[in-house]
Nanobody
Framework: QVQLVESGGGLVQAGASLRLSCAASGRTFSSYAMGWFRQAPGKEREFVAAVPWSGGNTNYADSVKGRFTISRDNAKNTVYLQINSLKPEDTAVYYC????????????????WGQGTQVTVSS
């Protein structure tokens, strides 16, 4: 079993930055992808960003390109999401995810989910 623990969320004003972190523990894979989804109130869960084991060929949702940066530190089994120029529409619970193999934008493709961290952006 894998446990994912997110941190770094909070209440910020529009234009601010946040850095989310997610540490993985438990069962390890030879290689695994990590990523982030988010869910706003009344909306479906949506893909945000993902990064493969190698750290290259990252994938972003169009809505966050240029403002969000995903990275990982394999020595620490940790993935990060740097969020700049926050907008009120970024308000959501952000979930860390992990899967073996290739990246996916489909929630059902991810094997493990964290409990989520709340990001609230005031205008």
């Amino acid at each position: 079993q894998v446990q994912l623990v997110e941190s770094g969320g909070g209440l910020v004003q529009a234009g601010a930055s946040l850095r989310l972190s997610c540490a993985a523990s438990g069962r390890t894979f030879s290689s695994y992808a990590m990523g982030w989804f988010r869910q706003a109130p009344g909306k479906e869960r949506e893909f945000v960003a993902a990064v493969p084991w190698s750290g290259g060929n990252t994938n972003y949702a169009d809505s966050v390109k240029g403002r969000f940066t995903i990275s990982r530190d394999n020595a620490k089994n940790t993935v990060y999401l740097q969020i700049n120029s926050l907008k009120p529409e970024d308000t959501a619970v952000y979930y860390c995810v992990l899967k073996a193999g290739l990246l996916s934008v489909v929630p059902q493709a991810w094997d493990y989910w964290g409990q989520g961290t709340q990001v609230t952006v005031s205008s």
